[in-house]
T-cell receptor, first 115, second 113 residues
Framework: DVKVTQSSRYLVKRTGEKVFLECVQD?????MFWYRQDPGLGLRLIYF???????EKGDIPEGYSVSREKKERFSLILESASTNQTSMYLC??????????????FGPGTRLTVL | SQKIEQNSEALNIQEGKTATLTCNYT??????LQWYRQDPGRGPVFLLL?????KEKRKERLKVTFDTTLKQSLFHITASQPADSATYLC????????????FGTGTRLKVLA
């Protein structure tokens, strides 16, 4: 089974801090994604990556950056955390193949609170 | 703009009945559509995928339909059980141009014993 792990389940940070959220997948998937999930707004795509060192902006990239130095690892960086970035952050991966295989596998999520 | 709508109100049904959840979309031509289940405090888990040229897909007690004319997908759970209680998300995927996933906000289902 595909396993996607995230570095923390719960995180509390202060406004202005630099925050790193780490995601690792163990199935050699090409694609990796970072979403945030807020009540009433659903899942919103922040960034995604097709390959190592490649990244594409999603729908809400402002205030975030990402890094993919190795295929299995995709990091989300909050350069200067703000209270409106308090949210549930979900990482996902997919193999990017045919539609029958290109499902997204999600990690357990990191609930980030910015004070 | 592209929009995907799921009934934001919770759906309560009695055990044993069929639950039907709706996913409507506008201004979008998806190549395929997926349904996911999400339990509280966890990430979504993939359930079923249906392509634009398929009318219906089944998996055990689950059935998905896809009507590209109505721009609607229906997700059915037959013989529902309390363990089916969760939030169900639909996701539209376009493979033309920029690879694009759009998730709905989800519908919370509660199956009453």
């Amino acid at each position: 089974d595909v396993k996607v792990t995230q570095s923390s389940r719960y995180l509390v940070k202060r406004t202005g801090e630099k925050v790193f959220l780490e995601c690792v997948q163990d199935m050699d998937h090409e694609n990796m994604f970072w979403y945030r999930q807020d009540p009433g707004l659903g899942l919103r795509l922040i960034y995604f990556s097709y390959d190592v060192k490649m990244k594409e902006k999603g729908d809400i990239p402002e205030g975030y950056s990402v890094s993919r130095e190795k295929k299995e690892r995709f990091s989300l960086i909050l350069e200067s955390a703000s209270t409106n970035q308090t949210s549930m952050y979900l990482c996902a991966s997919s193999d990017g193949g045919t539609p029958s295989t290109d499902t997204q596998y999600f990690g357990p999520g990191t609930r980030l609170t910015v004070l | 703009s592209q929009k995907i709508e799921q009934n934001s109100e919770a759906l309560n049904i009695q055990e044993g009945k069929t639950a039907t959840l709706t996913c409507n979309y506008t201004n979008y031509s998806p190549a395929y559509l997926q349904w996911y289940r999400q339990d509280p405090g966890r990430g979504p888990v993939f359930l079923l995928l249906i392509r634009e040229n398929e009318k219906e897909k089944r998996k055990e007690r689950l059935k998905v339909t896809f009507d590209t004319t109505l721009k609607q997908s229906l997700f059915h759970i037959t013989a529902s059980q309390p363990a089916d209680s969760a939030t169900y998300l639909c996701a539209l995927v376009s493979t033309s141009g920029t690879y694009k996933y759009i998730f709905g906000t989800g519908t919370r289902l509660k199956v009453l014993a």
